[in-house]
């Protein structure tokens, strides 16, 4: 057999847990009667609200845009009525603000017709990118106009588009890549078209099989200026973390604190390509995404096409309601998501899965003293010296803790997956970059 | 009944509260209890066969210093005002350990005050698991051979022939006094030595099941070797540390161990002593030993080299305690110097 792509330093196997909805169809829900839409959903200056409160909008309505700095429009992902400018319950930041939406069920959904790109130049493309709202919805929310524009000085020559989905339990862009697979390669195409090269690697983990044939498929015929090709990756995790990913494909190292750009390379996800092909041939601006649900603390798990803003309790609703033993809630993968306290928090741009997990799903031990065992330093992809930051964060000494690389962690999870005493070192981590200094 | 109430009802299953933490929310089923109870496991088969070589005292011996462990490290945990672990395993490890290292005919006293120094002084006045930079063990071991030279270099149980093993209760407590096989050639030389314990493959087999005068630990290196194999297979300890620790005895001996250059025996003189349970149980010792592969590699080298030092040159048959001892300290620094390799350098190269 033909040896499978990965990157060589570190990575983990955990379990899979894909099975309970790999199976399943994206299933469209129906819309709840009220929608919750955050107003800073991508990284950069939050929207600023262009309609003011009562007003009656239109499906795909511009809701908010950002005047000043990094940032992509809102839309309305359904025909409705501006109850209220306020607050919401985010998923990290606890509280932002939000435009609450009240849904108009009278409205005709509005039909996106098919146009033609293919003789619009890449500035035009790009503008449609933008316009359309389109940030990494992999999870990141990095806006996606500003990432196909690279620095003048180092020129891009490859596009990969990340289907790995390396984390457990997630399924959404595993059935994206099944239902979706044309319009993601024509994503990709257009992508290629606004870079202005030719060369595009989409990379899937082998527990995705199907997906490769549809992908391998809907690739064909490789056109002399667009050829898409797909790789299959070994399944560890993180492969679908951007640089593990580059050098599994590629081979190139994407220098410490340097983008992809530095080797000449653009990551986006699959979803993405998708949300760009919506925007750029339907011009249907990016309102609505597919969403793995999934754990034993869910009656009924599903990959749902869902609007943005749309809020968990609508959600549980819809699935056949919580499940006895539920422990915990958590917004995207359980390695790198985050634990939500309320039914409240709406879905965003960003947001890739929910997860209900039950007692024995997570792990709930209390994390003793380091061993000093080492196991997080073969587990960590970087190369970084995870025990040795925890050591001194516990120590109250987090300034000193840079030169065992806490800038360069992404978070992985994969050193506190394998710690035997089971430690929070991405805690520790986090705390850690709050208080040491950034080289520079 | 209202929409919400209804899903407040629901939620009131089990406690009406959710866990909010960190990511990651999955981590591996790995321990240190598992890791230090597979040690202990691993330790068995040779406690169990040395009970049929040297009779039932070697598993007085080991169950005293088991409990006194344990209670020691209950009483400081206690005493420091620490949460009490006793359950995770590596008390019982260290009093197995320290069982396996003292000669089995001394008095129980030995091993309760080698297991107060061990784990009160050793560990717990140095932090506890995780801060300790000796092994505790072995200091327990080294403070018994200061204290008590004659018993601890004395008291060794020859063989029981005829799987004898309740010999010992009909006889009364007179601790044979016996040499171990390093002692013999180091004080007789090699002919005594030959004489006493043979030669050819008779002396390799039969110091490689275990047939001999010495610790318990020193007895089958067959058992430790395999007990050895499945932590390498497990994954809980890596080639690193053994193979370059035994491969420095082994050529080190083989150089300077004969009396001419070259013609050292190196499979006596890794079957003969601790090496091998220092090997793969007393060096891999996760807390004292460096976390880093190269810096692994380093400290098994300087603890052979030592070893071999030691044995030729030094005023005791046997090195490797001390050896292991000297190399312990070194650890972080080791770690130090040899970092693990980055995934990339920054732009412009490292600093």
Known sequence: MKSLLTFPKGGIHPPEFKTQTQGLGIE??????????????????????????????????????????LGVPLHAPVAGKIKDIGNSVHPVRVSAPSITLTVNR?????????????????????????????????????????????????????????????EPYITADHRAMLEYSAEIVEGAKIILKILGIKECHIGIENNKPDAILAMTKAAEPSSPDASVKIRTLQVKYPQGSEKQLI????????????????????????????????????????????????????????????????????????????????????????????????????????????LFLTKDEIDTKPHSQCIRCGWCLDA????????????????????????????????????????????????????????????? | MSKQQELDDQSAAPAGLWKVSTSPHLKSSESVEKIMWTVVACLAPPLILSVFVFGIQTLLITAVS????????????????????????????????????????????????????????????????????????????????????????????????????????????????????????????MVAFTEIFGSGTDLYTSFFFGWRPGCIGETSGFLLVLGGLYLLYRGYITWHIPVSLLGTIGVLSWIFG???????????????????????????????SPSNKTAKIVFAIGIGALTVLIRLKGGYPEGICYAILLMNPLSTVLDGWFKPKRFAPPLGGAK
Not at chain 1, 382 to 406: D, N, Y
């Open chain 1, 28 to 69: 469209i829900m129906p819309v709840p009667d009220e929608l919750e839409l955050i107003l800073g959903q991508h990284i950069g200056a939050p929207c600023q609200p262009t309609v003011g409160k009562r007003e009656e909008i239109g499906e795909g309505a511009l809701i908010g845009e950002v005047k000043k700095g």
């Open chain 1, 106 to 166: 009278e409205a005709a959904a509005v039909r996106y017709e098919r146009q033609a790109w293919q003789n619009l130049d890449a500035a035009e493309l790009l503008t449609r990118v933008h316009d359309g709202g389109i940030i990494g919805i992999g999870g990141a929310g990095f806006p996606t106009h500003v990432k196909l524009k690279p620095p003048a000085n180092s020129p891009v020559d490859t596009l990969i588009l990340n289907g790995a989905e390396c």
């Open chain 1, 247 to 354: 050098q599994a494909i590629t081979g190139r190292k994407v220098p410490a604190m340097a983008l992809p750009s530095a080797v000449g390379v653009v990551v986006q996800n699959v979803a993405t390509a998708k949300a760009i092909y919506d925007a750029v041939v339907l011009r249907k601006p990016l309102y609505e995404k597919v969403i793995t649900v999934a754990g034993k603390g869910i009656g009924r798990p599903a990959n749902l096409l869902v609007k943005i803003g749309t809020k968990l309790k609508d959600i549980v609703d819809y699935l056949g309601g919580l499940q006895p033993g539920l422990s915990k809630i958590v917004f995207g993968g359980p390695m790198m998501g985050f634990a939500v306290s309320s039914l409240e928090v709406p879905v965003t741009k960003t947001t890739s899965a929910v």
């Open chain 1, 380 to 440: 960590c992809p970087m190369g970084l010296e995870p025990k040795e930051i925890g050591l001194h964060v516990e120590a109250g000494r987090s300034e000193v803790t840079e030169p065992f690389g806490v800038f360069e962690c992404f978070e992985c999870g994969s050193c506190a997956y394998v710690c035997p005493a089971k430690r929070p070192l991405v805690q520790f981590v986090r705390l850690a970059k709050m208080k040491a200094k950034r080289p520079q």
């Open chain 2, 66 to 189: 088991v409990i006194s462990c344990v209670a020691v490290e209950w009483l400081s945990q206690k005493a420091l005002g620490r949460p009490v672990t006793i359950k995770d395993g590596s008390a019982v490890l260290t009093g197995m350990l320290l069982a396996f290292v003292i000669p089995p005919g001394v008095s129980p006293l030995l091993p309760i005050l080698a297991a107060v120094f061990a784990i009160y002084i050793g560990k717990h006045l140095l932090g506890g698991i995780g801060y300790n930079f000796f092994n505790p063990a072995l200091l327990g071991r080294a403070f018994l051979l200061a204290s008590f030279p004659v018993a601890m270099t004395s008291a060794w149980l020859p063989p029981v022939k005829n799987l004898a093993i309740f010999s010992f209760l009909n006889r009364s407590i007179d601790a044979v006094s016996t040499a171990t096989p390093l002692a013999v050639m180091k004080e007789k030389g």
């Open chain 2, 258 to 288: 004969g009396q001419g250059y070259m013609t050292g025996d190196p499979l006596l003189s890794l079957l003969s002593g601790g090496a091998i349970l220092g090997a793969f149980y007393m060096a891999t010792d996760y807390v004292t």
